[in-house]
T-cell receptor, first 110, second 116 residues
Framework: SQQGEEDPQALSIQEGENATMNCSYK?????LQWYRQNSGRGLVHLIL?????REKHSGRLRVTLDTSKKSSSLLITASRAADTASYFC??????????FGKGNQVVVIP | GAVVSQHPSWVICKSGTSVKIECRSL??????MFWYRQFPKQSLMLMAT?????????EQGVEKDKFLINHASLTLSTLTVTSAHPEDSSFYIC????????????FGSGTQLSVL
């Protein structure tokens, strides 16, 4: 079952700007993950935030988690052309199975 | 990081034929692998969990006789799309956790299947 859901937006930003995307989910979670997918390729794990964490950083990525609202956001700071991709959040639905949200397509214009 | 190799990258076949897709963990042993399906500009849909040495666990609505999964070794899982039809055309992706308790997944590069 699909649980993580992003606002199905397509973001188009200038290089150097920040990109923010959101994700909502429906049930209790142990953790929430964000993945990136370049066109026609597999997914690459970006960051994992646990249910007892509110914010996490990794390089230019900042993830927040609000378990009361069942939502998460991913911020990419100082975007680069190479950040052009689709971004998905994912939640564990048991036995290490991940349910992915709809994805946000981000285009960074050089 | 761990590497998951998926082959072939793309395949075109005639309706009614069967297609096998391989997923290999190159530098770790994967007792569990996951198969996903993705339509253009859509999310990934989990199809099944491939279990080494035992039967695969299919998600609700996925036909197990249509999508045969075999996980004969700790480094190889295969997905066979049997009697393929145009509606089976899709992007198929496999993934595996580097350890059974590790939540993070490593993904293959995907297989684009086009059924004529």
């Amino acid at each position: 079952s699909q649980q993580g859901e992003e606002d199905p937006q397509a973001l188009s930003i200038q290089e150097g700007e920040n990109a923010t995307m959101n994700c909502s989910y429906k049930t209790s979670i142990n953790n929430l993950q964000w993945y990136r997918q370049n066109s026609g390729r597999g997914l690459v794990h970006l960051i994992l935030i646990r249910s007892n964490e509110r914010e996490k950083h990794s390089g230019r990525l900042r993830v927040t988690l609000d378990t009361s609202k069942k939502s998460s956001s991913l911020l990419i700071t100082a975007s680069r052309a190479a950040d052009t991709a689709s971004y998905f959040c994912a939640t564990d639905v048991g036995n290490n199975r991940l349910a992915f949200g709809k994805g946000n397509q981000v285009v960074v214009i050089p | 990081g761990a590497v998951v190799s998926q082959h072939p990258s793309w395949v075109i076949c005639k309706s009614g034929t069967s297609v096998k897709i391989e997923c290999r963990s190159l530098d770790f042993q994967a007792t569990t692998m996951f198969w996903y399906r993705q339509f253009p500009k859509q999310s990934l849909m989990l199809m099944a969990t491939s279990n080494e040495g035992s039967k695969a666990t299919y998600e609700q609505g996925v036909e197990k006789d249509k999508f045969l999964i075999n996980h004969a070794s700790l480094t190889l899982s295969t997905l066979t799309v049997t009697s393929a039809h145009p509606e089976d055309s899709s992007f198929y992706i496999c993934s595996a956790p580097v350890t059974p308790t590790n939540e993070k997944l490593f993904f293959g590069s995907g297989t684009q299947l086009s059924v004529l």
